[in-house]
């Protein structure tokens, strides 16, 4: 695809929609049908933006008589962020919830926002400020983990409380369902969900975890461990192992189960690695060349649901698209603010990204990836 002219838009501009947030966005999330989404912002609030491109790519595509294509700018802005308040000065958390909905929580206290922002509150937090929350869309099951401790509830609104002197800060539930994952520190902790406060493996990781993700199939997970690097697991043949000795802290690593790889930050071009020789111990013979090196870290990365593609930002803000395993760049942007979140939408047709007090939505028309 070229550009209209000489003189035309970036491609990131042709593409995007653009919105000036009140403050900096800290973390940014899809909800389950991926019509919507949702920025944690710096000061407690949260800004929330439909998915639904009015003008989308391929309404402005055409093609000459040569076969070329080219594509025409926006005609309108886009509507206004709808931003919620803070609750004084607590940090906001947010995950995706059932339907459409994001489970929201401020202190001690959680509501669930639907996709137009309609807010209904949920009984508080039992174990006080909350440091962390998922919802797993299989087992309809909520973790929420806060300063006192781990509360389970179920989808019929039943709660449990446990894990007082467990420390946990992080947690994820498997996409099956079947497991709950806790980083306690610099622990990794995996339970059942039958029974989610037993631990039945522990292991021990490089540093504080921050984040944890899980392979679409429960097979691996990878917790993000700072300075320390990664700890990946293969949950199925119970083997662990750190990745270090990154140039710089890895902020995002992801999964693609089309390629069967382990994506990263934190190196001066896209990490990657093959699942069939996953890099544990020393050995790094599943290395897979993927991008061209720069002269500035990757900082962010997200992962396409179906396809082998990752998308990729630099510090400098140099915003890519390349194959895993494969050495081509498609340049969105050559430079821009560092990033604070990229995310791939469930459906693979937009990309988000946060900078400064920016939030980008990227339509991806599928011509983008013919040949």
Not at 96 to 103: N, T, V
Not at 295 to 306: G, M
């Amino acid at each position: 695809m070229s550009r209209e002219s000489p003189g035309a838009f970036p491609l990131f501009d042709l593409l995007a929609r653009q919105w000036r947030l009140p403050a900096p966005a800290t973390g940014l999330y899809f909800n389950a049908n991926s019509s919507a989404v949702a920025a944690a912002l710096q000061d407690g609030r949260v800004a929330l933006v439909a998915v639904a491109d009015p003008e989308p790519p391929e309404s402005r595509i055409a093609e000459d008589d040569a076969g070329r294509r080219t594509i025409t700018a926006r005609r309108a802005e886009p509507a206004p962020a709808l931003v919620l308040a803070a609750h004084g000065d607590r940090p906001v958390r947010i995950a995706a919830g059932p339907g459409e909905s994001f489970l929201i929580a401020r202190g001690r206290e959680l509501a669930r926002v639907t996709a137009q922002g309609t807010e209904g509150a949920m009984e508080p937090s039992l174990g006080g400020d909350v440091l962390a929350l998922d919802h797993g869309a299989a087992s309809g099951m909520t973790v929420i983990v806060a300063q006192n401790g781990v509360e389970i509830r179920d989808s019929q609104g039943g709660a449990v409380q446990g894990g007082a002197d467990w420390g946990a800060q992080a947690v994820a539930i498997s996409p099956d369902g079947g497991w709950i994952a806790f980083g306690c520190g610099d622990s990794l902790w995996l339970t059942r969900r039958e029974t989610p406060f037993e631990i039945v493996r522990r292991y021990k990781c490089p540093q504080r975890i921050e984040r944890i993700n899980w392979r679409a199939d429960a097979a691996f997970l990878v917790a993000i461990c700072g300075k320390g690097g990664l700890a990946l697991l293969d949950v199925d043949g119970d083997r662990f192992g750190a990745i270090a000795d990154f140039p710089v802290a890895p902020r995002s690593a992801a999964f693609s189960v089309a390629a069967n790889a382990l994506v990263t930050s934190g190196a001066f071009r896209i990490a990657a690695w093959d699942l069939a020789r996953p890099p544990f111990g020393a050995d790094r013979s599943g290395a897979l060349e993927t991008g061209r090196p720069g002269l500035v870290p990757v900082v962010e990365v997200a992962i396409h649901p179906t396809r082998k593609l990752v998308a990729a930002v630099y510090s400098s803000g140099q915003f890519v698209i390349a194959e895993i395993g494969g050495r081509d760049e498609l340049i969105l942007q050559a430079a821009g603010l560092e990033p604070r979140a990229l995310l791939w939408s469930g459906d693979g047709r937009t990309l988000g990204l946060t900078a400064g007090e920016g939030l980008s939505l990227v339509s991806l028309p599928e011509a983008l990836f013919k040949s």
